[in-house]
């Protein structure tokens, strides 16, 4: 039995990583195959006039040939179900599917709310929206946080609909007892960072490029696939997105007994909510928070304690049974 995942590779988020650990649980019982819908990246401001004629191409060509893979699939009667990951990726290809009637298994992973600004965007938010409600009436939908399940429940409706928490790494290790950071940081936006001693960072392409270092202390990072080597040298981990489906180094981190520090986020803060293993906190505030903590260790170390509540909420042996139920489900409908 095939399972075909397939994702954009424009995103420098979690989904490639998670869709990888996903097929570490459960290669086992299935044959697993990743497809990239390919993106056209350039800057805006400099190719402004030529970006829509290769941006179009670019996607063509690459859509193009996986049809027609999917399609070879489809007369050689090989059974297999779909896997899309996002919102543009996973709409397209649901399409496709229900035209040939493949089973179909989508995550957004946090795209399902995002809206289309600029021209005509009344006209394509409210188009895609009909589409997506249609399609959640067929083959299964994952959510990967409890607020994403909420919103894809009330806005959707779906026919199924299963939470899944994210696959975490499978080599957490062990946190050293001198950690070489105070902090490390992760996110769009980087805060005024004028007092903290050790500064760690890792996160988006574009987030390097605006960053002046302050001092010798701060520590560029480029972004990496897995995270444990940095989350064992750091006392805190913050996290600085606006918006997620579910963090999976947010789960890391208090896994690896690092207490976190965010801005108020779906997807971040349900895990530091039931946990207690960290704080949700105002923009403005977030660095008094980071050098209190750092300046008073029982404060630290009572977070630190509280980190050991996510083993009560992802449990990786249920995630993996999840999945291995859900594509054994979907193939009783090939």
């Not at 006039?49 to 063509?60: F, H, N, T, V």
Request: aromatic share 10%.
């Amino acid at each position: 039995m095939k399972v075909i995942h397939i994702l954009p590779d424009n995103s420098v988020g979690g989904a490639p990583i998670n869709v990888n650990r996903i097929i570490d649980l459960t290669k086992v019982h299935f044959n697993h195959e990743v497809l990239f819908l390919k993106y056209f990246r350039c800057d805006l401001n400099v190719l402004n006039e030529y970006i829509p004629i290769k941006l179009q191409a670019s996607i063509l060509i690459n859509i193009v040939s996986i049809i027609f893979y999917l399609v070879m699939l489809i007369w050689r009667k090989e059974a297999f179900i779909l896997c899309t990951h996002g919102r543009f990726c996973g709409l397209f290809f649901r399409i496709f599917a229900s035209v040939f009637s493949i089973p179909v298994v989508h995550t957004y992973r946090g795209f399902m709310l995002k809206r289309y600004m600029g021209a005509f965007a009344d006209f394509k938010n409210n188009t895609i929206n009909y589409l997506e409600r249609k399609l959640s009436q067929t083959g299964t939908i994952i959510a990967v946080g409890a607020s994403e399940y909420k919103a894809i429940s009330l806005h959707l409706q779906p026919r199924k609909l299963e939470l899944i928490y994210n696959p975490v790494s499978l080599t957490l290790e062990e946190k050293n007892n001198k950690p070489e950071f105070d902090i490390i940081f992760i996110g769009q936006k980087l805060v005024t960072l004028n007092k903290v001693s050790h500064i760690g960072w890792f996160g988006d392409d574009e987030d390097f490029e605006a960053l002046t270092p302050i001092n010798d202390k701060v520590i560029i990072k480029p972004s990496v696939s897995d995270v444990s080597g940095l989350l064992k040298k750091t006392k805190l981990l913050g996290v600085l997105s606006r918006w997620e489906g579910a963090s999976t180094v947010t789960i890391e981190a208090l896994m690896s007994s690092v207490p976190v520090i965010a801005l108020s986020c779906q997807g971040v803060d349900e895990f530091i909510d039931q946990t207690g293993g960290g704080k949700i906190v105002e923009f403005d505030d977030f660095l008094p928070v980071v050098e209190d903590l750092i300046s008073n260790p029982s404060k630290m170390m009572d977070l630190k304690m509280n980190t050991a509540g996510i083993y009560e909420m992802v449990n990786l042996n249920d995630i993996k049974d999840k999945y291995i139920n859900i594509y054994k489900s979907e193939f009783k409908n090939v």
